[in-house]
């Protein structure tokens, strides 16, 4: 029992469950639309920067171009340009997949690495993934043995599905717009000041 001539109160300790305070491990800082789209702007700038320096590389001269580049040929350097810009169209499709949560100070470090990866998963030289994100992830997607493309050989994608028109099919006929005479336009002109 405590001394009634101390007039300090008595505390209880106070004891959270372990099921209402989150583990350390599993929080994630939220991210919102504005971080989002600030994500993805990043992302296109870089992007755009690396196809522009390629696209520059391409049409200087072999031997002003940089030391990297010069004894690429022009088929190597339309090759390169087709990678990065096949690599730039997945990066900005999988913003949050490769940009998670992180803020702008730490996106900018990470996306040479980030911008590596996908021109390597584009080229087809992906080694073993070296950090938790998987950029080959996507939806599973049964492939059939007699589909699956060899190594070497790109498969076409048809982008845009268009009805099929046969050759006969009617055609409607064009008639230009009915043209006024200058007298037509004149007269209107004096009928608007009466």
Known sequence: MTNPLNRELA???TIVPASFSPAPETYERQVGQELRARQAQLGQGYTLKQVDYLKMQQHRSPYKRDVAWQGVSEEGMAHALKVANTARTLMLQDVPVWA??????????????????????????????????DLTAGPEVP????????????????????PTIPADAPRSEVEAPKQLSLGEILAKIEAGKK
């Open 100 to 133: 998670g949560s992180l803020d702008e100070d730490e996106l900018q470090n990470a996306l040479p690495d980030i911008w590596n990866r996908y021109v390597e998963l584009v080229s087809g030289t992906t080694p073993a993934p070296k950090s938790t994100v």
């Open 11 to 13: 505390t209880t300790p």
């Open 143 to 162: 492939v059939k043995p007699e589909e699956a493309p060899e190594a070497g050989e790109a498969t076409p994608v048809q982008v845009i599905f268009r």
